[in-house]
Protein backbone atom coordinates (compact mmCIF):
# COMPACT_ATOMS: atom_id res chain seq x y z
CA UNK A 1 0.00 0.00 0.00
CA UNK A 2 1.24 3.49 -0.82
CA UNK A 3 -0.42 6.46 0.61
CA UNK A 4 -0.18 9.21 -2.42
CA UNK A 5 -0.37 12.02 -0.10
CA UNK A 6 -2.70 13.60 2.09
CA UNK A 7 -6.25 12.67 0.22
CA UNK A 8 -3.98 11.62 -2.09
CA UNK A 9 -3.08 15.17 -3.39
CA UNK A 10 0.40 13.61 -4.75
CA UNK A 11 -1.37 11.20 -7.17
CA UNK A 12 -2.36 13.03 -10.55
CA UNK A 13 1.74 13.83 -10.08
CA UNK A 14 3.11 10.90 -9.44
CA UNK A 15 0.70 8.77 -11.71
CA UNK A 16 2.04 10.78 -14.68
CA UNK A 17 5.76 10.68 -13.96
CA UNK A 18 5.29 6.82 -13.49
CA UNK A 19 6.53 6.71 -9.80
CA UNK A 20 6.00 6.38 -6.51
CA UNK A 21 7.84 9.04 -4.14
CA UNK A 22 8.06 9.46 -0.25
CA UNK A 23 9.52 12.35 1.61
CA UNK A 24 12.46 12.26 4.37
CA UNK A 25 14.69 14.01 1.52
CA UNK A 26 17.02 15.29 3.75
CA UNK A 27 18.29 12.13 4.69
CA UNK A 28 19.91 11.89 1.13
CA UNK A 29 20.27 8.38 -0.90
CA UNK A 30 19.80 5.27 1.76
CA UNK A 31 21.27 2.96 -0.57
CA UNK A 32 24.25 2.58 1.90
CA UNK A 33 22.70 2.51 5.24
CA UNK A 34 23.06 -0.64 6.95
CA UNK A 35 20.19 -0.95 8.84
CA UNK A 36 16.83 0.38 10.14
CA UNK A 37 18.58 1.24 13.35
CA UNK A 38 21.56 3.39 11.57
CA UNK A 39 18.41 4.98 9.25
CA UNK A 40 16.93 6.06 12.31
CA UNK A 41 20.47 7.69 13.63
CA UNK A 42 20.37 9.38 10.74
CA UNK A 43 17.29 10.49 10.51
CA UNK A 44 17.93 12.05 14.25
CA UNK A 45 20.69 14.13 13.08
CA UNK A 46 18.79 15.62 9.91
CA UNK A 47 15.59 16.26 11.61
CA UNK A 48 16.80 17.35 15.48
CA UNK A 49 12.97 17.40 16.29
CA UNK A 50 12.53 14.00 16.23
CA UNK A 51 12.12 11.99 19.15
CA UNK A 52 13.69 8.29 19.20
CA UNK A 53 10.43 6.83 18.75
CA UNK A 54 9.47 9.00 15.77
CA UNK A 55 12.82 8.52 14.39
CA UNK A 56 12.37 4.88 14.83
CA UNK A 57 8.57 4.69 12.92
CA UNK A 58 10.15 7.11 10.27
CA UNK A 59 13.41 4.82 9.39
CA UNK A 60 11.12 1.92 9.07
CA UNK A 61 8.69 3.64 6.55
CA UNK A 62 11.96 4.75 4.47
CA UNK A 63 13.98 1.53 4.97
CA UNK A 64 10.56 -0.66 3.91
CA UNK A 65 10.46 1.66 0.78
CA UNK A 66 13.90 1.90 -0.58
CA UNK A 67 15.41 -1.63 0.74
CA UNK A 68 12.04 -3.81 1.14
CA UNK A 69 10.49 -3.27 -2.04
CA UNK A 70 11.59 -4.70 -5.30
CA UNK A 71 10.69 -4.84 -8.90
CA UNK A 72 7.48 -6.93 -9.65
CA UNK A 73 5.51 -5.94 -6.72
CA UNK A 74 2.33 -4.77 -7.00
CA UNK A 75 1.66 -0.98 -5.71
CA UNK A 76 -1.45 -0.49 -4.49
CA UNK A 77 -1.84 3.54 -4.38
CA UNK A 78 -4.68 4.73 -1.94
CA UNK A 79 -6.99 7.60 -0.82
CA UNK A 80 -7.92 7.31 2.49
CA UNK A 81 -9.37 4.18 3.91
CA UNK A 82 -11.84 3.34 1.80
CA UNK A 83 -10.64 4.37 -1.76
CA UNK A 84 -7.87 2.49 -4.10
CA UNK A 85 -6.52 5.52 -6.68
CA UNK A 86 -4.66 3.12 -8.29
CA UNK A 87 -3.00 -0.10 -8.85
CA UNK A 88 0.41 -0.74 -10.23
CA UNK A 89 3.91 -2.58 -10.80
CA UNK A 90 7.03 -1.65 -9.74
CA UNK A 91 9.14 -2.24 -12.48
CA UNK A 92 12.78 -0.55 -11.05
CA UNK A 93 15.03 -0.48 -8.23
CA UNK A 94 15.14 2.54 -5.34
CA UNK A 95 16.71 5.99 -6.29
CA UNK A 96 17.06 8.87 -5.03
CA UNK A 97 16.76 11.97 -7.29
CA UNK A 98 18.16 14.98 -5.61
CA UNK A 99 16.45 16.88 -9.03
CA UNK A 100 12.73 16.80 -7.00
CA UNK A 101 12.58 19.66 -4.67
CA UNK A 102 10.21 17.35 -2.37
CA UNK A 103 9.81 13.62 -2.31
CA UNK A 104 12.92 12.65 -3.40
CA UNK A 105 13.16 8.92 -2.53
CA UNK A 106 11.57 7.28 -5.73
CA UNK A 107 10.20 3.51 -7.15
CA UNK A 108 9.52 3.96 -10.94
CA UNK A 109 6.06 2.17 -11.18
CA UNK A 110 4.10 0.92 -14.49
CA UNK A 111 0.46 1.97 -13.36
CA UNK A 112 -1.57 -0.93 -14.85
CA UNK A 113 -5.11 0.57 -13.51
CA UNK A 114 -4.67 4.45 -13.13
CA UNK A 115 -8.47 4.37 -12.31
CA UNK A 116 -10.39 5.44 -8.76
CA UNK A 117 -12.18 2.43 -6.74
CA UNK A 118 -14.23 2.43 -3.58
CA UNK A 119 -13.46 -0.63 -0.88
CA UNK A 120 -14.71 -1.37 2.03
CA UNK A 121 -12.88 0.81 4.97
CA UNK A 122 -9.19 -0.85 6.12
CA UNK A 123 -8.22 -0.21 9.22
CA UNK A 124 -4.63 1.23 9.69
CA UNK A 125 -4.46 2.76 5.96
CA UNK A 126 -3.03 5.69 7.51
CA UNK A 127 1.22 5.22 7.35
CA UNK A 128 3.13 6.02 4.00
CA UNK A 129 3.92 2.36 3.04
CA UNK A 130 2.36 -0.61 4.56
CA UNK A 131 2.72 -4.54 3.39
CA UNK A 132 -0.62 -5.86 2.19
CA UNK A 133 -0.51 -9.26 2.50
CA UNK A 134 -1.42 -11.39 -0.59
CA UNK A 135 -4.70 -13.25 1.33
CA UNK A 136 -5.68 -9.63 2.33
CA UNK A 137 -4.95 -7.87 -1.41
CA UNK A 138 -7.21 -11.14 -2.90
CA UNK A 139 -10.20 -10.44 -0.80
CA UNK A 140 -9.77 -6.48 -1.66
CA UNK A 141 -10.66 -7.32 -5.33
CA UNK A 142 -12.08 -10.91 -5.23
CA UNK A 143 -15.77 -10.00 -5.58
CA UNK A 144 -16.54 -6.26 -5.23
CA UNK A 145 -15.00 -3.02 -6.64
CA UNK A 146 -13.04 -2.68 -8.47
CA UNK A 147 -13.53 -5.74 -10.39
CA UNK A 148 -12.48 -3.96 -13.79
CA UNK A 149 -9.19 -3.30 -12.24
CA UNK A 150 -8.42 -7.35 -12.21
CA UNK A 151 -9.40 -7.56 -16.02
CA UNK A 152 -7.58 -4.68 -17.11
CA UNK A 153 -4.27 -6.04 -14.98
CA UNK A 154 -4.50 -9.22 -17.64
CA UNK A 155 -5.03 -7.24 -20.92
CA UNK A 156 -0.76 -7.58 -21.43
CA UNK A 157 -0.97 -11.31 -21.31
CA UNK A 158 -4.18 -11.54 -23.09
CA UNK A 159 -2.98 -9.38 -26.05
CA UNK A 160 0.06 -12.03 -25.91
CA UNK A 161 -2.32 -14.81 -25.92
CA UNK A 162 -4.09 -13.81 -29.07
CA UNK A 163 -0.44 -13.12 -30.63
CA UNK A 164 -0.33 -9.32 -30.22
CA UNK A 165 3.08 -8.40 -29.56
CA UNK A 166 3.45 -5.00 -28.22
CA UNK A 167 5.75 -3.22 -25.84
CA UNK A 168 4.03 -3.33 -22.24
CA UNK A 169 4.82 0.72 -22.21
CA UNK A 170 2.77 1.28 -26.06
CA UNK A 171 -0.13 -0.73 -24.59
CA UNK A 172 -0.14 1.27 -20.59
CA UNK A 173 0.18 4.37 -22.97
CA UNK A 174 -2.46 3.94 -25.11
CA UNK A 175 -5.00 3.14 -22.42
CA UNK A 176 -4.25 6.16 -19.88
CA UNK A 177 -4.44 8.37 -23.34
CA UNK A 178 -7.69 6.59 -23.23
CA UNK A 179 -8.48 7.40 -19.69
CA UNK A 180 -7.41 11.04 -20.21
CA UNK A 181 -9.51 11.24 -23.48
CA UNK A 182 -12.66 9.71 -24.88
CA UNK A 183 -10.32 8.93 -27.30
CA UNK A 184 -6.73 8.71 -29.21
CA UNK A 185 -5.24 9.39 -32.70
CA UNK A 186 -2.69 7.05 -33.66
CA UNK A 187 0.33 8.04 -35.96
CA UNK A 188 1.73 5.75 -38.04
CA UNK A 189 2.90 5.25 -42.01
CA UNK A 190 0.75 6.86 -44.42
CA UNK A 191 -1.83 4.49 -45.88
CA UNK A 192 -1.94 1.91 -42.95
CA UNK A 193 -5.78 2.85 -42.12
Not at 118 to 128: L, P, S, Y
Not at 138 to 158: N, V
Request: one cysteine or more; hydrophobic letters at 35%.
Amino acid sequence: LFRSGEDAHLWDELRDAGIIAIGWGRAGDVHDVKSRDDLATRLREVYTDYSEGTAKTNASQVWTFAHDIRPGDIIVANQGKSRVVGLGEVIGPYEFRADRTKYQHCLPVRWFDPTASNIAEQGGWVRTVIEIPAERYAKLFEDGAPMEAKARSSIYAYLREHGLHFPSELVTTYLLSLRTKPFVILSGISGTG
